[in-house]
C-alpha cells in the first residue's frame, strides 16, 4: 500500500524559503510520476512541481512558479523534496504530495493514485 506523508509546512514572510518534505511508502520509483500540489480552499488543486518518472527522472515546473520552485527526490530514504524561494502570500495553500502509476501528463492532478495528507504553508506580506 502506498502511503505519503508531507512535513516541512509553516509560516513565513514574503521573500523567504521554506522545504517541504515528503514520506513515500509503498512506491517503487522504475515508473510513473510522483508530484506536489497546492490547494486553496474553494479552488482546484494546481501542480507545483512533478517528476515524470517514465521519461528517466524528469522535473517539470508548471510557468507559474518555474524559476522559484524545484522538485527533487532522494531514492535512498523514498523522499520527495519540494524547494519554494522566494515566496509570495499568493503561494499560501495547502500543500500535497501524490504518487501516480502512469502519468501521460505529470502536471494533472487526476493522473495521480495516491495523496499525502497535505501540509499548510503560510506567507505573510
Known amino acids: 500500500q502506498v502511503q505519503l506523508a508531507e512535513s516541512g509546512g509553516d509560516s513565513v514572510p514574503a521573500g523567504g524559503s521554506l522545504r517541504l518534505s515528503c514520506k513515500i511508502s509503498?512506491?517503487?520509483?522504475?515508473?510513473?510520476?510522483i508530484g506536489w500540489f497546492r490547494q486553496i480552499r474553494g479552488k482546484e488543486r494546481e501542480a507545483v512541481g512533478a517528476?515524470?518518472?517514465?521519461?528517466?527522472?524528469?522535473?517539470i515546473i508548471p510557468a507559474s512558479v518555474k524559476g522559484r520552485f524545484t522538485v527533487s527526490k532522494d531514492n535512498n530514504n523514498n523522499n520527495l523534496y519540494l524547494q519554494m524561494n522566494n515566496l509570495t502570500p499568493e503561494d499560501t495553500a495547502m500543500y500535497y504530495c501524490?504518487?501516480?502509476?502512469?502519468?501521460?501528463?505529470?502536471?494533472?492532478?487526476?493522473?495521480?493514485?495516491?495523496w499525502g495528507q497535505g501540509t499548510q504553508v503560510t506567507v505573510s506580506s
Open positions: 517528476i515524470d518518472v517514465d521519461s528517466g527522472g524528469r522535473e
Open positions: 509503498g512506491y517503487r520509483y522504475n515508473s510513473g510520476c
Open positions: 501524490a504518487a501516480g502509476f502512469y502519468c501521460a501528463d505529470a502536471l494533472r492532478a487526476s493522473e495521480y493514485n495516491y
